[in-house]
Nanobody, 118 residues
Framework: QAQLVESGGGLVQAGGSLRLSCVAS????????MGWYRQAPGKQRELVAR???????NFADSVKGRFSISRDNAKNTVYLQMNNLKPEDTAVYYC????????????WGRGTQVTVSS
């Protein structure tokens, strides 16, 4: 049974930073593309960033230059470093694991709230 557990969310002022972590279990971590998504109230869930098992990354245009994603395959953990946060970054952030050879096989965490005050 796959399980993804996020942590690191909270309340921060605009311009501040947060680091989210997601620990995975029950999956072969290095064979999964790991992603961070977010969902703001009244909006659809959107991709923030993702990283393949080999370390290739891509980001939403809205976070390029401010956010970075990394993974530690030895710790089954993916990180999202968020700098220069803006009020529009306020959302629930979800961790996602997607099997590299079959994207239909995926798992989700329960999410962690990030609130950025102006």
């Amino acid at each position: 049974q796959a399980q993804l557990v996020e942590s690191g969310g909270g309340l921060v002022q605009a311009g501040g930073s947060l680091r989210l972590s997601c620990v995975a279990s029950g999956i072969i971590f290095r064979l999964n593309t790991m992603g961070w998504y977010r969902q703001a109230p009244g909006k659809q869930r959107e991709l923030v960033a993702r990283i393949t098992g080999g370390g290739s990354t891509n980001f939403a245009d809205s976070v390029k230059g401010r956010f970075s994603i990394s993974r530690d395959n030895a710790k089954n953990t993916v990180y999202l470093q968020m700098n220069n946060l803006k009020p529009e970054d306020t959302a629930v952030y979800y961790c996602n694991a997607r099997w590299a050879t079959d994207p239909r096989i995926e798992s989700w965490g329960r999410g962690t709230q990030v609130t950025v005050s102006s």
